[in-house]
């Protein structure tokens, strides 16, 4: 009877001090884990079983979230774009941040820390690719917007220049073309297109000298005046450069068109007012 008693005994000190291993632990933590626990190998398996699904569960509530996240950060990428001022100022670190708001707001929604952690390094991960591809619009955005003021500071350019007196007109001419000139040298184009921005403005300031002179000489360029072909191909603000791209070819233009009117006049043909 004294030797049932040392057997049960014995039993229940081992059963009492068990070899607690982290596996062992997980293993009492899982929903299963009692009815598993004492198994030996069985139970070992039966555990990375259960963790390998956990860990393909994890995975796979990762992946939809993220696939979730993607579309959402496209779909605000897309109406960025749309709604973006000229320039796009600050367009990417505003969509960035975006980024980053979703995935906080999308982890805190996943059921376990192993889904949070699969998520985050998936978008984390994809970060740089999607602000690479932000900044890459954001720059051919600037790129547009910058060739467009120097469009419009041609137009104003000109616009001051046929509103100048005869006697500035030379001074102002060459004020804006330097000034233009500095602007343009910061500018990072490749040369063909910095040259059509310097001919486009060249030709706007040279049209508008032209109208200037029309209007404060009318006298210089009437029909039978004998001065008023030499004086419409030479206004009054006096280029520094005898051709300048279009510009030389619009003085001609205009040229030819007083000589064809004074023709007209001597062979008794009909002459249209209008002289542009």
Known sequence: MAIQIQGYQQRTDLGSAPDVSPSQTQMRNTGVGEAIQGLGEAGMKALATMQRLKNEDASSNAGLAVSESNLAMEEAFQRGKEQAQPGAAGFTPNLLKAYDDEIEKKAAKLPDELTRKAYRDRMNAGRDNFGARSLAWEAQERGRNRIDQFSKTADNDASALFATDSASRGVVYS????????????????????????????????YAAIQGDLRDRPSAYKIGSSTAAAEATTPTCAQPRAAEGTAAATRRALSARISSRRERGRRGLPVIPSLV
């Open 175 to 206: 004020q804006q073309k330097d000034q233009f000139e500095q602007a343009l040298e910061v500018l990072e184009l490749e040369p063909a297109a910095k040259e059509k921005l310097r001919e486009e403005a060249a030709n706007k300031r040279s």
